[in-house]
């Protein structure tokens, strides 16, 4: 690979990095705030209710990370899905794929695992989902720039990991949980075939 090829890899990279804050942190942010100023809360009840096959709890398999009850749960997934999607817009070949992929992964395991009549939302299942993408990847896929990313912030984010996985109350351990599992077995089957590039 020649400097002419890397240079246009991380200029895509960094396109992509962007793109990744776009598509995940805007729809957050807008939605939260017409769900404040103009929806009154109402988006909040689309949120997933477990093991229920009603339109609105289907809809929140795919919705319920742009569903935030006030600013510190929207703000404390924020800084956390800044950092990682950063990584995933560097080292995904096709990030955007994978953030829906996980997404949905975390969604359905959140609706299998919570508890019956209780309605689960915000972005946490997304961003444990996300590490435990990381984590797959780097331990069963050998994809040695989320080793690296993990070794380099692993202390915050093993600290992330074990806060999130003990129940407490109000938060979503379902969603933790689900989430984390869900990376996990798509980070495991993510092994890049880099082509050589001239």
């Known amino acids: 690979m020649n400097g002419q090829a890397i240079w246009s890899l991380v200029i895509e ?34 949120g997933i209710v477990p093991r229920t096959l009603d339109i609105g709890s289907m809809a929140g398999i795919f919705a319920s990370w742009t569903m935030h009850d006030n600013v510190p749960h929207l703000l404390g997934n924020t800084v956390v899905l800044l950092q990682i999607l950063f990584l995933f817009g560097l080292f995904e070949n096709n990030a955007y794929r994978t953030i829906f992929k996980l997404i949905v ?6 609706w299998l695992l919570g508890s019956a009549l209780s309605i ?7 961003c444990f989902a996300m590490l435990g993408f990381m984590i797959g ?8 720039g989320y080793l690296l990313a993990c070794l380099v912030m692993g202390a915050g984010y093993w600290l992330t990991i074990k806060q999130g996985l003990m129940p407490q109350q109000n938060i979503s351990f379902a969603a933790h949980f689900g989430g984390l599992c869900a ?9 890049h075939h880099y082509a050589n590039i001239a």
């Open 120 to 126: 689960h939302i915000g972005a946490s299942g997304l």
């Open 137 to 144: 990847g780097a331990v069963f896929a050998r994809r040695w």
């Open 13 to 46: 990279r960094l396109k992509q990095v962007v793109g990744a804050y776009a598509i995940v942190l805007v729809p957050m942010w807008v939605m939260f705030i017409v769900n404040k100023m103009v929806l009154f809360g109402l988006w909040n009840i689309f």
């Open 183 to 191: 990376g996990l077995f798509l980070g495991a089957n993510s092994k």
């Open 105 to 110: 992964g975390s969604g359905v395991m959140t």
